[in-house]
């Protein structure tokens, strides 16, 4: 048992709590990351932002960095290959005080990749420490830093970077163990998370391949890390937090819910969407949420094809009402 709720610190900011809800970029805003705090996720983050964007203060950067008090503690993570601009944005951050500001040393897509940022900056540890040092120097705020383990196969730096970030000041580090070039049909490599926790003092942040409560224990278990953090499995999965967070304090399985739990949680999510961003924008954000909400149910397959035809958020919600209402009526039945 690992007793999770004894608090812990992340620079200056108390966390209760273990888990942590990974940045997913086009998924993890602001409505989802409330819900999954709600569930007992100890620190929720947003996705990847630009910092060149935020400097240019272009209005749909700009949009990223919303955040509701409520979502507390909260990382904003930048990237950017000038440790000038990733400055810049960092000093500009201070405004909209989040909890931390964490930089993105691990996105392989190629838009950023091209640009000299993300996991490019894994083949250039210089450059790394450059912009690190830059962000640390001009923010009060702690700065964490998330990480792969390397650029490819031969370029396995993580313990080399972590040590080199915790001179700069990085409060934090989470670390996602495969490189840039390994795809996701490869298992991550927890092994470089222990050697990470092994080689420097601030806390480590496990992140790769948790499915559920037991893979989250085994994690803590085989590399002793401090934080875990969970990306896809927390999609249409909020209440994954908070079986982990059972699991991890009282040792037995906390049951899932039911599916009228899990339609309620997932109206509740197209609601505060629409309130949040309007109808416009969160009519194909909210068709990627709900197809992850209504996996494993019976014919789903053509109830998501009809969610994916749907033109509006409104009639999403619809919907997703007519299924509750129908599984409430068969339910009556029983
Ligand atoms: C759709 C998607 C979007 C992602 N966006 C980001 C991002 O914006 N910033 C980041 O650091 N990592 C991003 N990641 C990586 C995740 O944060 C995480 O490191 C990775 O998915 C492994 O964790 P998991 O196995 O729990 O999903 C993304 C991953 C996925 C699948």
């Known amino acids: ?20 809800l990974a940045p997913l970029s086009g998924l993890t805003d602001s409505t ?22 935020i400097v240019k203060e272009n209005t749909r950067t700009l949009r990223y960095l919303f955040f509701d008090r409520r979502e507390k503690p909260i990382a904003v993570q930048i990237y950017g290959d000038s ?24 996105c392989p897509a190629s838009k950023v990749v091209k640009k000299g940022a993300g996991s490019a900056i894994l083949r250039d540890l210089v450059k790394m420490e450059k912009v690190a040092r830059a962000v640390v120097e001009n923010s009060s705020l702690p700065v964490t830093a998330k990480i792969r383990s390397g650029w490819c196969k031969n370029n396995i730096i993580a313990v080399d970077a972590s040590i080199m970030l915790e001179d700069c000041g990085i409060a934090a580090i989470s670390i996602h163990p495969r490189t840039s070039k390994t795809e ?34 085994k994690m803590f278990k085989e590399t002793e890390c401090d ?30 819910p039911s599916f009228e739990e899990k339609l309620e949680i997932c109206l509740e999510h197209i609601r505060d969407a629409i309130k949040n961003n309007g109808e416009f924008y969160s009519t ?45 009526l068969l339910d009556s039945y029983d």
């Open 1 to 20: 048992m690992f007793y999770i709720f004894i608090v812990m610190k992340i620079g200056d900011v108390k966390i209760s709590g273990r888990v942590i």
């Open 32 to 53: 989802f990351r409330l819900i999954c705090r709600k569930m007992g996720a100890a620190i929720v983050s947003s996705e990847m932002i630009c910092a060149e964007g």
């Open 83 to 106: 440790p000038g601009i990733m400055a810049e944005a960092a000093k500009m951050l201070e405004r909209f005080s989040p909890s931390f500001i964490d930089i993105n040393f691990g």
């Open 184 to 217: 996701y049909s490869e298992p991550s490599d927890w092994s470089i998370i222990k050697d990470v926790k092994m080689a420097v003092k601030i806390p480590v942040i496990g992140n790769g391949d948790i499915t559920g409560p037991v893979e989250a224990e």
């Open 227 to 256: 934080f875990i953090m969970v990306g896809r499995a927390s999609i249409g999965n909020p209440w994954i937090f908070k079986r982990i967070n059972y699991y991890l304090n009282e040792g037995v399985l906390f049951p899932e």
């Open 284 to 328: 194909s954000y909210l068709k990627k949420h709900i197809q992850f909400y209504l996996k494993g149910i019976r014919g789903n397959h053509e109830i998501i094809k009809e969610i994916i035809g749907l033109y509006s958020a409104k009639e999403i919600e619809l919907k997703i009402k007519n299924l509750l209402t129908k599984n409430k």
